[in-house]
């Protein structure tokens, strides 16, 4: 595994974690400021890292669990890098039974200047 494929998977852990364990402060602290995140199926676009946690939260509170980012591919060019791969989740319905879903994702990411990554885009379907 490349040495960008372990830093991403790294995120990939830290945002399953802080996601998994409803920490809504924890995942805007992997965007940057300016970062845009693009929901799907056709949602508005959440502009900046104190919004993008915000719309966790909503997620969280709505009762997604179970998240979970699985990396296909990741490169690095420069200050940038990029990830895709898959997502998935789960909510329990009425019943009380799970309902799992998931599909694809793919994350930009900007090197910081103390060398770490933080998200710039994200996108899934």
């Known amino acids: 595994m490349s040495d960008i494929q372990t830093q991403i998977s790294k995120i990939n852990t830290k945002f399953d974690a802080a996601f998994n364990s409803k920490n809504a402060e924890a995942i805007g602290q992997l965007y940057t ?3 845009v995140v693009l929901p799907a199926p056709a949602g508005a676009p959440v502009h900046g890292a104190a919004a ?8 969280i509170e709505a009762g997604v669990i179970e998240h ?10 420069g200050n940038l890098a990029y990830q895709y791969g898959l997502w ?6 009425a019943q009380g039974e799970k309902q799992t879903f998931g599909g694809n994702v793919h994350l930009v990411y900007s090197k910081q200047a103390d060398g770490s990554w933080k998200a710039v885009t994200h996108i899934w379907n």
């Open 88 to 93: 998935s989740g789960a909510m329990l319905n």
């Open 52 to 59: 993008i946690q915000k719309f966790f939260a909503g997620l």
């Open 68 to 77: 979970s980012l699985t990396l296909t591919k990741a490169e690095e060019d």
């Open 33 to 35: 400021e300016n970062a």
